[in-house]
């Protein structure tokens, strides 16, 4: 009881929490929660873009799209580390990914059509990212705030080049590049508004997220953030958002925008969406064909143990 007295001061003092820290169980169990469902989004966040790898118009593009997406590894490396200080071994959270047990980011379960969704990506899911991702910085679970502002640095870069494509293709581009950049904005808008998460009201696990300082602002006040952000860039690269209700409002200082299709988000997270079986299917595939890789490592790894102590 003590314990857990000194530990809501500290965290009301906006102390952080360091691994070998005690801690109650609820707040270990939601930041391992967290904490591997982002590391899952960022893995399973590579497929889309993958895919157009071998088809990037340019060398430059090629480049850009690898660093990325190669970036989008490490994020996820470096979340799975934050994790394991927690206590849960890297086996069992990959086990969770692969029965459906955890989740991952539902934007990520959407296809990529042409070369504009990834411009499209890099602006908006990337944009979206580093709205939520800021904030986590400022996490009391210190190991991962670290990651965290590595992670942003990355992600505003990934940002960056989304934008810059796009607008080439705008200012360049043909009228049916232009097509491609509308329609690919066209569809991704609603998804990306869903990655905040579910409205405030409707999100069980704010609560205890936000008193425990885990998450530092809503999911409302993010999605708002962005959506007030993003559209000021949308005028800017001479695209429309897809929303006929998205207007300025001058007495909240804010945009109104239409309603989001909650049945599509709880549909996409539960399993359901255009491609959850084929983004699961292929990290199965991945992990099963880098079985050898793993064994090879382990191997040398116990190579390395066995002469040093030789030598000692
Ligand atoms: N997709 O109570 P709530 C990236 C789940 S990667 C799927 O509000 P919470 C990038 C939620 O988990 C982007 N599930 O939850 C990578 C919960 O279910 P459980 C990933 C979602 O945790 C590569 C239930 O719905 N970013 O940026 O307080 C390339 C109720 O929700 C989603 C992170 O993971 C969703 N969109 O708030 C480019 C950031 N939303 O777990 C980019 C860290 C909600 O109880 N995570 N759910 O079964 C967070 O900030 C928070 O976990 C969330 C949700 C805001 C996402």
Redesign the pocket.
């Known amino acids: 009881m003590q314990r857990q007295q000194q530990f809501d001061d500290h965290i009301d003092e906006g102390g952080f929490v360091e691994p070998k820290d005690w801690m109650p169980d609820d707040y270990r169990k939601t930041l391992i929660?967290?904490i591997s469902?982002?590391a899952h989004?960022?893995i399973v966040?590579?497929l889309p873009e993958g895919n157009w790898v071998t088809r990037a118009p340019t060398l430059k593009r090629k480049a850009i799209l690898l660093a990325k997406i190669q970036d989008?590894g490490g994020?996820g490396l470096y979340l799975y580390a934050a994790a394991e200080t927690l206590g849960v071994s890297r086996d069992a959270l990959v086990d969770a990914l692969h029965s459906g047990k955890a989740?991952?980011?539902?934007?990520f379960n959407y296809p990529t059509l042409n070369w504009a969704d990834i411009g499209t990506?890099g602006w908006l899911?990337?944009g979206a990212?580093i709205m939520?991702?800021v904030p986590?910085c400022r996490c009391s679970f210190a190991p991962y705030a670290r990651a965290m502002i590595r992670v942003c640095r990355e992600?505003s870069f990934?940002q960056r080049q989304g934008y810059d494509s796009l607008l080439v293709m705008m200012q360049k581009g043909t009228p049916e590049q232009k097509a491609m950049v509308q329609d690919a904005v066209n569809r991704w808008w609603w998804p990306c508004l869903?990655?905040?998460?579910?409205p405030d009201d409707q999100?069980?696990?704010?609560a205890n997220?936000m008193r425990w300082g885990i998450?530092r602002v809503s999911?409302d006040t993010l999605r708002q953030k962005f959506i007030d952000a993003t559209k000021q860039q949308a005028d800017v690269l001479g695209v429309t958002l897809p929303d006929a209700e998205l207007k300025w409002n001058e007495a909240r200082g804010h945009h109104d925008h239409g309603p989001i299709d909650w049945a599509e988000f709880w549909r996409v997270?539960g399993g359901d969406g255009p491609v959850n079986r084929e983004r699961l299917a292929a990290r199965i595939k991945a992990w099963d064909d880098g079985a050898w890789v793993r064994e090879a490592a382990m191997a040398h790894a116990r190579k390395q143990v066995k002469t040093s102590e030789q030598a000692a």
């Open positions: 929660r967290q469902q982002h989004s960022e966040g590579m989008e994020h989740k991952y980011s539902s934007i990506i899911v990337d990212a939520n991702q986590i992600e990934h869903m990655m905040f998460g579910p999100s069980p696990n704010s997220g998450k999911n997270v």
